[in-house]
């Protein structure tokens, strides 16, 4: 299956350890940005994701409709497949939309809910 889509990734997904362990692989990725938000963090009370990545605050992207405003990340390359499992990794706390990056293209990225 070909790794067609983006997902900008500013968090836990550009670990390798995380990427391994959801999707079987390392990802590849390009450095990126996503303009108009900001970056913040949020407690995730998931235990399962909490055992997975270490952690109980994560990082969570919030709009702001400012472009100066920029949170730097990744664009990964996914599968249709990989971007399924990306659903299942991450919380209620996050959903999932289509966003330009700063490079132009077009991806999909988890922001808060």
């Known amino acids: 299956m070909a790794a067609d889509h983006l997902l900008f ?17 390392l990802l590849r990725g390009e450095p990126d940005a996503l303009p108009g938000y900001t970056m913040d963090y949020a407690r995730i009370d998931d235990h399962r994701l909490v055992d997975l990545s270490g952690h109980s605050i994560h990082a969570v992207v919030r709009p702001t409709g400012n472009t100066l405003d920029k949170v730097v990340g990744k664009a990964l390359r996914l599968t249709e497949d990989e971007v399924d499992a990306c659903d299942e990794y991450e919380v209620a706390l996050f959903r999932r939309i289509q966003v330009r990056l700063a490079s132009g293209r077009e991806a999909w990225a988890y922001v808060a809910s």
Do not use: K
């Open 9 to 25: 990734s500013y968090g836990t997904l550009s670990r390798p350890e995380i990427q391994l362990d959801t999707f079987g692989r």
